[in-house]
């Protein structure tokens, strides 16, 4: 599959920025879903996007599928595995991103992973053929922002913005240091366990977001614990983003058995949470 250079928007900025900056300009908050590339087959990715746009994601993040997903709970890494067992690679998953690219030019796409299959294409090579392909921005789990300088380089040079994290038990010293290196959005977990737990407290979040926007203008997306609609809406009135993984990774698995099923449920399940965000801008 021949790569498609993809011009960045009018008016500068990346399409992250471009994105979040209208939502905010709207007095709405963003919906960011999470699945897993290849699963549950690489065919039927790019569809499985499309359809979380048809339902209302603001930005998209795109797993990339991992043998060892330390930070990610049972469903995520049940679905890396069926994606691994199907062949797809980080070099597949960029030319996922470019066939999604024929028909949407707009929608932000964030890949998250992990580092090791970055490193062995090598970071030069990863940053410019993602850049070819249409992705705007990187989240890399286990990146160490003390080592974080020499790999970003590249990554500015072709335009991709730096999702970095942070967690409950950042200090405030680490928050001003990794908010200085990170563009696009800040990604904070709202709790301390894998992605998929249940025990998000909003009151903590909300008091932990206020140290971080001491550090940064960046926007910051809460995720982690967004399980359903109620949860979507409690973090978006104290976040600027929401994203939601496990609950649409576990739609994807529920469907295995009914795959042409598979895209509208995820249609319906984020067009559920987008009113569910929305109805924020309401009662703000």
């Known amino acids: 599959m021949t790569a498609v250079a993809i011009q960045s ?36 990715t790019v569809e499985l996007l499309h359809a979380l746009v048809a339902g209302g994601a603001d930005l998209i993040e795109l797993g990339v599928p991992f043998s060892d997903p330390m930070a990610d709970g049972p469903v995520i890494q049940r679905a890396c595995e069926r994606a691994l067992n199907q062949r797809t690679g980080l070099g597949r998953v960029l030319e996922m991103v470019t066939e999604f690219r024929r028909r949407d030019g707009d929608t932000p796409v964030v890949l998250m992973g992990y580092l090791n299959p970055v490193e062995t294409m090598g970071m030069e090579c990863f940053a410019e053929r993602a850049h070819r392909a249409g992705v705007d921005g990187v989240l890399i789990v286990d990146w160490a922002v003390d080592e974080l300088e020499p790999m970003v380089a590249p990554l500015r040079t072709h335009n991709i913005d ?123």
């Open 9 to 44: 928007p009018a008016g500068g900025g990346s399409r992250i920025d471009v994105r979040l900056r209208h939502l905010a300009s709207q007095g709405r908050k963003a919906l960011i879903p999470y699945i897993t590339a290849g699963d549950p087959t690489p065919r039927m």
């Open 162 to 284: 730096r999702v970095l994290l942070l967690s409950p038990t950042s200090s405030e010293s680490r928050v001003a240091e990794i908010a200085g290196h990170a563009s696009g959005y800040l990604y904070y977990v709202s709790l301390k366990g894998v992605t998929g737990s249940d025990r998000l407290n909003v009151d903590s979040v909300a008091e932990k977001l206020q140290q971080v926007r001491r550090h940064s203008r960046l926007p910051v997306a809460v995720g982690f614990g967004v399980r359903d609609a109620a949860t979507a809406h409690a973090v978006a009135a104290v976040a600027d983003a929401v994203v939601v993984g496990s609950a649409l990774v576990a739609t994807v698995e529920r469907h295995l058995g009914a795959p042409q099923q598979l895209a509208g449920a995820l249609t319906a399940q984020l067009a559920e949470l987008r009113s569910a965000i929305d109805s924020q801008r309401i009662i703000s």
